[in-house]
């Protein structure tokens, strides 16, 4: 019964990674906020399974399962840092156009304020 | 009076600018469907009002603007390559996996375990005519099997081949169309939302085939290069690549009758086929190159499966030829079983067969010792089953664990392409949702946008943190 309850646990948190994946792709500011909400829900699940991990060990049914939520977290992980470079490296590239390089030769730091609007 | 002169030219004035508007509006909805189409907008100029210094005020529309950011259409051609190869990697996996019955109820060793079999009925019975018939006939399945495995994935590689070619021709097609559109460009026409279109659609095309970067210059034209740095096309002119079959000769091939292996060349003629690593090319190359050669050979390797049908044939004719047939005198020994093509190392399993001129009698039983054993013959064969002495071992396993080995390594293999596509398809996903986000919106918007991501990034990566390490401990935890 304990491992059913385990794998029960398992298959939760990981619809819990694939419902942030969906967030994740979508990727807006809003999206990404639902995101973090999910994979607060799943990483305080996880913890609380820990403590009832020692009576599975060696369950192939419930390291399956285990294996099944790894995986799908590495996928959410992909799609968080993909994203986060997709932003991370827009804004250099911004600061570059718009403010050219630093001494160190890194791109100038892009400003969002006070912009002028050249009009001939 | 000559104020409402000035009035109406105002009002005319604006009526113009919002016409244009309408314009660009309706022409944007026209191509909601055009492939690589970006938004377009017009600017409206506030003019200056001053009703004594003459100045009527209005609006004057400006230039159009097109909403396209080039880095989240590189973003988009990036993912779009990676999509492509790992598409491909599981397109062509999957029926090479076809090939690695692993099941054991079908293939070689299904065929195997048949002759395993008949080795150990024969032990039983060493003199019964039928018995040395059935190691006669299962022999002859081993060989077919071998043959046919070794026939199929051939075919494999050949299809591989035509693939390789087929897209190689497929992404010339499509660098003449930019080298044509770059020509129009060219000629004047780099503002045309149209040409910008179909240069933004063929440039996504061409991702999911290789590792392509682009450059848009001034004059409107855009530079393509594939893998960093092999020009593709630049301004007008379009630059080839091709495919074809090769040996290497540096290092001197070891197997120098090898099935050859695919390179690609750019048009200057360097092989850049190391090079060549992503999209559908570079996946069709892994597989020819890399996959397929690890299991029929290539100018370096003999390949796993001619290794283990070359070192199986000269296992069971070493006990057979090391028996006797009859004690004599004088004894009279045994004759090898299987024969295969000697004079190359990689097509023994395609030309593996029984020889036809072996008869049941001529099967040996008698190891002669010491110790002498009546039934010998067959019952050291029988031990191929379950090895015990390293002899009647392959790479120190038996042989239906080596068979294994290379079915794991394929099915491994299409089983990571798969996780790795499944993967890839939200990442292109991801990238299409984050260049229509960044489609037509100001400054001040990503502005905000970007704010708000960072803010979600932080609290995201916190718990992405927690996770790693908490799913990683439950599958240390869980692990036996």
Not at chain 2, 370 to 389: D, H, K, M, W
């Amino acid at each position: 019964m304990a491992a059913a309850g385990s794998i029960e646990d398992f298959a939760s948190v990981r619809a819990q990674l694939e419902c942030a994946c969906r967030h994740l792709t979508l990727a807006s500011p809003v999206a990404l906020d639902q995101a973090s909400e999910v994979l607060n829900s799943a990483a305080r699940q996880m913890a609380e399974l820990q403590s009832r991990l020692p009576e599975q060990a060696g369950n192939p049914a419930a390291l399956e399962e285990a294996w099944r939520v790894r995986r799908a977290f590495l996928r959410t992980r992909t799609l968080l840092y993909s994203a986060a470079a997709f932003h991370g490296n827009w804004t250099r590239v911004r600061g570059a156009i718009s403010g050219g390089y630093t001494r160190t030769g890194e791109p100038g730091p892009v400003l969002y304020a006070s912009r002028l609007c050249l009009q001939a | 009076m000559a104020n409402l002169l000035a009035s109406l030219i105002s009002s005319a004035d604006t009526l113009q600018a919002y016409g244009s508007v309408l314009e660009t509006a309706q022409n944007n909805v026209s191509n909601a469907s055009t492939p690589g189409y970006a938004k377009q907008r017009t600017s409206l100029y506030a003019l200056p009002f001053d009703p004594e210094g003459g100045a009527t005020g209005g609006v004057r529309a400006g230039d159009l603007q097109s909403s396209r950011n080039e880095y989240a259409e590189q973003a988009v051609r990036q993912q779009n390559t990676g999509m492509g190869y790992e598409q491909q990697m599981v397109d062509s996996l999957t029926p090479l996996q076809s090939q690695f019955d692993v099941s054991g109820n079908q293939g070689i060793p299904a065929a195997l375990n048949n002759l395993f079999e008949s080795f150990s009925a024969w032990a039983t019975t060493p003199n019964n005519d039928a018995s040395r018939q059935t190691v006669l006939d299962r022999a002859g399945q081993v060989a077919s099997a071998f043959q046919q495995t070794a026939n199929a994935i051939g075919v494999q590689a050949t299809n591989a081949e035509q693939q390789i070619r087929q897209t190689v021709d497929q992404v010339n097609q499509l660098t003449s169309q930019l080298a044509n559109y770059n020509q129009i460009a060219l000629q004047g026409n780099k503002d045309d939302a149209g040409l910008s279109a179909q240069v933004h659609a063929t440039l996504e095309q061409l991702s999911q085939y290789v590792d392509i970067t682009t450059s848009f210059q001034d004059d409107g034209s855009v530079s393509v290069l594939m893998n960093g740095e092999t020009p593709l096309v630049i301004e007008d002119k379009q630059y080839r690549i091709s495919a074809g079959l090769y040996q290497p000769q540096d290092p001197p091939p070891t197997y120098p009758n090898s099935p050859a292996s695919m390179q690609v060349l750019s048009s200057d003629g360097s092989d850049i086929t190391a090079k060549t690593t992503g999209g559908q090319l570079g996946a069709l190359l892994e597989v020819r190159n890399q996959s397929l050669a690890s299991l029929i050979g290539d100018a370096y390797q003999p390949g796993d499966l001619n290794t283990m049908a070359e070192q199986f044939a000269d296992r069971v004719n070493q006990v057979l030829t090391a028996g006797n047939i009859s004690d004599g005198p004088p004894p009279v020994s045994g004759v090898p079983l299987f024969t295969y093509d000697t004079t190359n190392d990689t097509a023994v399993a395609q030309s593996l067969s029984v020889d036809p001129s072996v008869t049941t009698d001529q099967l040996a039983t008698i190891d002669p010792g010491p110790p002498y054993v009546s039934n010998g013959v067959p019952l050291g064969l029988s031990q191929l089953a379950t090895p015990v002495q390293d002899a009647d071992k392959i790479n120190g396993v038996s042989y239906n664990q080596y068979y294994g080995q290379m079915a794991g390594r394929v099915g491994s293999q299409l089983d990571d392409a798969t996780n790795r596509q499944q993967v890839q398809q939200s990442l292109l996903a991801q990238a299409k949702e984050l260049r229509d986000q960044y489609s037509g919106v100001s400054l001040d918007e990503e502005a905000t946008i970007l704010i708000q991501f960072q803010r979600a990034y932080q609290a995201n990566s916190r718990f992405i943190t927690v996770l790693d390490q908490l799913t990683q401990s439950t599958i240390d935890i869980l692990q036996p």
